[in-house]
């Protein structure tokens, strides 16, 4: 099972709140996961499609037990190249106009009805709706993305505004092959799971979000300890180098003890760190004491080189 249909299981499986949210789901389930639909001789109809068989099953209550209009429900299986169940629900005549699609004149409404979505729990409720029947997501082990199709501009910015208002980060409504929502920030995907009820959903998806995130800062980490050590040792290379420049030349009489000192230590242990350089001196000095005294002595070796004569 895909992870989309599991969410879609889920939700159609969860509570159905109040009769407004449950309108609001409706509403939402209908616009975005139907149409209108000729009827022969007999009229205009309503025919709403979906590949799981609670989310029809979810829909059909609602119509019956609060509008009390009965869909006709098929189930078509899979035929020929059609690999999936399709679930039908079809209306004999357009949907009520408290559903908020068509308005008193049977005319369509172009945004989505306000008095359904004016508290928190009818956006949750209508944001539900639209991702049972048109939404997919990305599997947690792979990049975040949500999407849910749309059926025109209005209802695509109208569900990106409800989702930005329950908290979803970077949502954005755009036209490609059709109007859709997406959102790509995983965090904000897995809140939105838990506000709508898929909280089995939201646990998979969550740790798969944090693991996803734990193996990219372990990544940065040991990238940045390569990265450290590849610049410790060439600076180890160039350091050992210089000293032994220097040591052939009469340059090194004159440098003072314990630079001298520095110098035979980090030759003795070229892996070694500054800070322990520093500590196997006597007496022993912090790193930033060792830098300064190995500069020193690659600054006289770069001296040495302008003027290579001087040295024996």
Known sequence: ????????????????????????????MLRFGGALHIRGQSGV????????GAVGRRLRATLTEV???????????????????????????????SL??????????????????????GM?????????????LSAPRRAAHVEVRAPGEAAA?????LMARLGVAGVRACEHDGWRVTAK????????????GAHTAFLQWDGERLRRELRGDANRAANADRANVSRAVVASSRQSASIERVMRSPRWADLPEEVRAV???????????????????DPPVGKSTVHRRLAALVAVAEELEVAPGSVE
């Open 1 to 28: 099972m895909t992870f989309t249909r599991q969410v879609r299981e889920e939700l159609a499986r969860g509570e159905r709140g109040s009769e407004p949210e449950r309108l609001a789901e409706a509403s939402a």
């Open 45 to 52: 109809g309503y025919l709403v499609e979906t590949d799981v």
């Open 67 to 97: 509008l009390a209009v009965t869909p006709d429900l098929e189930v078509h299986r899979p035929t020929g190249l059609r690999g999936v169940t399709v679930v039908r629900l079809r209306l004999d005549a357009p949907p009520p106009a």
């Open 100 to 121: 908020g699609i068509l308005d008193e004149d049977g005319l369509p409404v172009g945004g989505i009805a306000s008095r359904l979505t004016g508290s928190r729990d």
């Open 124 to 136: 949750a409720a209508y944001v539900r709706g639209a991702l049972m029947v048109a939404g997919s």
């Open 157 to 161: 910015r109208g569900l990106a505004g």
């Open 185 to 196: 920030s995983g965090a904000a995907i897995g809140a939105l799971l838990a506000r709508l």
């Open 263 to 281: 110098a035979l230590t980090r030759l003795a242990s070229p892996e070694a760190s500054l800070a322990d350089l520093g500590a196997l001196l």
